[in-house]
């Protein structure tokens, strides 16, 4: 028999997609419902306390509605704050996103990375563990930016955006002591593949930019091995957690990663 339950992405905002993509390459068939909440966005700015007491309570009454099969915390900040808050409250799997600081260490022959996240997640403890568990041998410098949060959100409005923000952003890591020595930069937000190229071209020398997209779809579909998927799956499903005039942009972007339905909680 067909199984209709969906797959649960949730952000912040858009930044999850980035996940979603990889997901839907491997798992096409897949039903999505992806929710961004922008009524409490953007978390990088916000304490470890709001965003432990949010996330749990906004998922458990998402999965009331939806019933997925999996959740997906497609966010770097609420995964490193409140993952194991909500994988002890829901009775279903939770796959969490975490800083690529393993893949991007083992590929560094510099042996210096950098992490560029938000506040919130480049001040976590979890980033001093996986750093020290990985990265022992490394130079590992960390920047965080709110403002290229702000871009990648205007970049998937279609909205242009100004290279000058993304030098700023380049900048903050690179101009760091020690900074000139890195070669590969872990993207630590979910957000932050989306203006991936931008970033690129900010870079004052080639850079290698690492991220957690496919390998948490590879999670994903591990976890779902086995599992039927129906054969002409309902339209994705964006959801934001505040009613907004949705932009025919941000409807147009949407659409792009396969989100033809706009719902509210």
């Given at each position: 028999m067909s199984d209709n339950r969906p797959i649960?992405?949730?952000?912040?905002?858009?930044?999850?997609?980035?996940?979603?993509?990889?997901?839907?390459?491997?798992?096409?068939?897949?039903?999505i419902v992806y929710a961004a909440d922008n009524g409490g966005f953007p978390y990088g700015t916000k304490s470890e306390a709001e965003i432990a007491?949010?996330?749990?309570?906004?998922?458990?009454?998402?999965?009331?509605?939806?019933?997925?099969?999996?959740?997906?915390?497609?966010?770097?900040?609420?995964?490193?704050?409140?993952?194991g808050a909500v994988r002890a409250a829901l009775d279903l799997p939770v796959v969490g996103t975490v800083p690529a600081i393993k893949p991007a260490a083992a590929q560094s022959s510099a042996r210096a990375i950098g992490?560029?996240?938000?506040?919130?997640?480049?001040?976590?403890?979890?980033?001093d563990?996986?750093?020290a568990r990985f990265a022992a041998d490394c130079l590992v410098?960390?920047?965080?930016?709110?403002?290229?949060?702000?871009?990648?959100?205007?970049?998937?409005?279609?909205?242009a955006t100004d290279p000058a923000d993304y030098a700023t952003v380049m900048a903050g890591l690179l101009d760091q002591p020690g900074g000139d020595r890195i070669d590969t930069i872990v993207l630590a937000c979910t957000h932050f593949p989306l203006v991936e190229a931008e970033l690129a071209a900010a870079s004052p020398r080639?850079?290698?930019?690492?991220?957690?997209?496919?390998?948490?779809?590879?999670?994903i579909?591990?976890?779902?091995?086995?599992q039927q998927w129906p054969a002409n799956p309902a339209p994705g499903i964006a959801l934001f957690t505040a009613p907004f005039d949705v932009p025919p942009g941000l409807t147009a972007g949407l659409r792009d990663y396969g989100l033809d339905e706009i719902h509210f909680l």
């Open positions: 649960l992405f949730f952000d912040s905002g858009v930044g999850g997609l980035s996940v979603l993509a990889p997901t839907r390459l491997l798992l096409p068939n897949a039903p007491a949010r996330v749990p309570a906004l998922l458990g009454r998402l999965v009331e509605r939806y019933h997925p099969r999996l959740v997906v915390i497609a966010c770097n900040t609420a995964s490193t704050i409140a993952l992490v560029l996240g938000t506040n919130a997640t480049v001040r976590q403890p979890y980033v563990d996986l750093s410098l960390r920047h965080g930016s709110a403002r290229l949060v702000e871009l990648a959100e205007a970049r998937l409005r279609g909205e080639p850079l290698s930019f690492v991220h957690g997209g496919d390998g948490i779809a590879r999670r579909a591990f976890l779902t091995e086995g």
